[in-house]
């Protein structure tokens, strides 16, 4: 029996900088950030944008793909909560209207819960084929201003569908872990901003991505010939050659021609340089950044590698369903990200001073473009959404 991907559907926010810009405001040489991180733009969200809007936004088009399958099983990923006890599982089954037979759960580890709870998805579908499940992972992220981490923030959200009849792509949940109790990266709960060593964090990235690899690989029985490309984690673009070098290192391919080397991890980075970091939508926006540009992949092995600071990392893998170019949403994609407005620095920085209220007074959202969804606002203490 098959269990994967039915659909997948990215969305981000309709803001967005330029990290040329960023750049010259902060005394920067541009390049260390286009070529250096590899990124050219970065999403940001406006005041009434949260997750909840970003994951309902993907996740609407997710299932209206599907013609609205019944949801049985509803994990939203995230590690840009919203409320300390209600699950943002619980808005977004309410913005998309699902019905109440739904188990709908929040679930955090870093950026790597989202591909935690795909791992689960596939094991409940497994253990009962006639359910879908609903997997969103959606973050902002967001380090302080003039800090090293700035150039890569981004906010973006992935919706999967997970079902026994997979267009897209048939998972494997037998799955290699790194997980360590590290201090590369963490966000108390008095903070909006993360904390980061960020090259320490790098590192323990590369000791997890060996770490996994080598359980996977000794679960599975597969080596790395048996996959023809990789998605990884990418908190900024260049993530995937670092990451891939190291692969090879573990296995014995140092030697590949970068040619080779483009052609295995190329097709996932086409969406990153201009979204940005999306944490736990991370792995997701680079799996469709494949599908969405690769037109010959059906059959393939795609090797998959998430990476949450804190830390827990998982590699697995999956195969790309014959016709998949039928049901990737590459043109609404497209579209979404050429239709962003582009931000001066200062607007981007009123944007990232904006703060809701948080002594239960009434607050009405300044309206911006959000969507289908957006944050009316807030009236004692409960968030409203239209
Ligand atoms: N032209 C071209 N490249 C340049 C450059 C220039 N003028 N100046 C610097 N670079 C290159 C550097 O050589 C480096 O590339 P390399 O790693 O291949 O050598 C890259 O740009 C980054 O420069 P660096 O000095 O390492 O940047 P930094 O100290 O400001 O921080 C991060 C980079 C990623 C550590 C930082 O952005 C960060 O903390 N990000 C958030 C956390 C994160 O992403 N963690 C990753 C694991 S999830």
Same mark, same amino acid.
């Given at each position: ?42 999403? @940001? ?94 973050? @902002? ?90 998605? *990884? ?41 201009? @979204? ?86 009434? *607050? ?13 606002? @807030? ?5 409203? *959404?239209?």
């Amino acid at each position: 029996m098959q269990i994967g991907l039915d659909a997948l559907a990215l969305d981000t926010s309709r803001y967005v900088l330029n990290l040329r810009d960023l750049a010259r405001a902060r005394g920067v040489d541009p390049n260390k950030y286009c070529k250096g991180l590899g990124q050219e733009l970065m999403s @940001i969200p406006p005041p009434d944008e949260d997750v909840v809007t970003l994951g309902a936004n993907a996740a609407w088009h997710a299932l209206e793909a599907l013609d609205w399958p019944a949801i049985e099983l509803l994990i939203f990923a995230t590690e840009s909560a919203v409320d300390q006890s209600k699950a943002a599982a619980v808005y977004a089954h309410g913005l998309l209207d699902l019905p109440p037979d739904c188990l709908c759960l929040e679930v955090k580890q870093a950026c790597s819960s989202g591909a935690g709870g795909l791992l689960l998805a596939l094991d409940y579908v497994r253990a009962k084929p006639t359910a879908k499940a609903l997997v969103i992972a959606a973050d @902002i992220a967001r380090y302080g201003l003039r800090t090293p981490g700035e150039p890569t923030q981004g906010a973006g959200a992935a919706a999967l569908v997970v079902s026994a009849q997979p267009r897209l792509v048939a998972l494997d949940s037998r799955a290699g872990f790194h997980s360590e109790c590290v201090m590369d990266f963490w966000r108390p709960n008095y903070r909006d901003e993360a904390l980061v060593d960020g090259k320490y964090s790098l590192k323990v990235y590369l000791k997890a991505v060996q770490s996994a690899w080598q359980r996977y690989a000794a679960r599975t029985g597969r080596g790395f010939e048996d996959h023809a490309r990789f998605c *990884y984690h990418l908190p900024f673009t260049r993530m995937a050659e670092k990451a891939h070098q190291q692969l090879l290192r573990e296995t014995g391919h140092e030697g590949l021609s970068a040619a080779e080397v483009q052609r295995q991890i190329g097709g996932g980075l086409h969406y990153n340089p201009v @979204i940005g970091n999306s944490y736990t939508a991370s792995l997701f926006v680079a799996l469709a950044s494949l599908l969405e540009h690769e037109q010959a992949v059906s059959g393939e092995r795609v090797g998959l590698f998430s990476y949450g600071s804190g830390c827990m990392a998982a590699f697995f893998s999956g195969v790309v369903q014959p016709g998949y170019q039928r049901y990737v949403q590459a043109q609404r994609h497209a579209a979404l990200l050429e239709s962003r407005q582009e931000l001066t620095v200062s607007a981007y920085e009123a944007f990232y001073a904006a703060h809701l209220p948080v002594d239960g007074r009434t *607050y009405h959202c300044p309206r911006h473009e959000t969507g289908l969804f957006r944050l009316a606002g @807030i009236e004692q203490h409960q968030r409203h *959404y239209d």
